[in-house]
């Protein structure tokens, strides 16, 4: 199969189509010239549809902690391992902004102060904000630029300095457990239980694009889950169908989901 069918199958609008282009000519042409080769930080959508790009190609995701959303896709030659990844010749580096902890900074301000100083989204990974301190990921390549020129996210004025990547400060997800019965696996019946909403606003929020199955756009409310199937909405928030059960003397379906708080 040549590159453009290739990309046809996986882009949806011309963005993808120049993104998987790119991804595809950096990818294919470290494994001809057996060299690394690393993408820029990519959603967990693109991820999927990249690896449906390049199924044959041994791709690598690395988002320099567990748990990260936004990683880049690797593919290395045989003579390096994965802890070329972590290393001071890897792809990404580690940074910590501080300031006045009582300054109420949240993750757009720290986005929009990047994104200010006209990074591309893409050379950004993970953003994790805490109280006086914001760690985040980003590409080697603009480290030095970014070490020097973010001083500041809103008025807030930012101490920046490189970390190692064994030190970011994540937080840990806060999961609910919510135990709910069903009257079928739909996804709209899932979404409702697990976002408190009528099964008719919930297929509207579906029908509209707003929701993800598994990291990528679902429009079809009846679309039947399984289990350990991932769903987000947009404006609610992410969780996971964690467990079916059996039916209820009411012929309803037991199912547990691990809502994301």
Known sequence: ???????????????????????????TGAERKNIPGVTGFLSPREQVLTRRLLPDLELRFFGGCEGAERKVCCWLPDYLDESWLTG???????????????DPLTHRDFLGS???????????????????????????????FLLQNLTSAGRT???????????????KAEVKEIRDTVSSLRL?????????????????????GKVSLNDL?????????AEG?????????????SQVGGRTKKDRISIMLQKYI
Do not use: W
């Not at 006209?118 to 390549?141: A, Q, S, W």
């Not at 756009?217 to 889950?225: G, M, S, V």
């Open 229 to 241: 199937d991932k769903v987000s909405a947009r404006g609610f928030g992410k969780l996971v169908l």
């Open 157 to 171: 004025k930012l101490h920046v300095e490189q970390i190692p990547l064994e030190a970011l400060a994540a937080p």
């Open 188 to 208: 709209d019946s899932v979404v409702g239980a697990g976002f408190n909403l009528a099964r008719g606003k919930a297929a509207a929020l579906i029908e509209t």
């Open 1 to 27: 199969m040549d590159k453009q069918t290739q990309i046809a199958r996986v882009a949806e609008n011309d963005e993808d189509r120049l993104l998987f282009a790119k991804l595809y000519d950096r990818l």
């Open 114 to 144: 990047l994104m200010g100083l006209g990074v591309k989204r893409e050379t950004v990974g993970d953003i994790y904000v805490g109280v006086g301190t914001c760690d985040f990921l980003t590409t080697r390549e603009i480290l030095p």
């Open 88 to 102: 001071e010749e890897g792809p990404m580096a580690a940074v910590r902004a501080t300031y006045f902890e009582k």
């Open 217 to 225: 756009p679902c429009l079809k409310p009846d679309k039947l889950l």
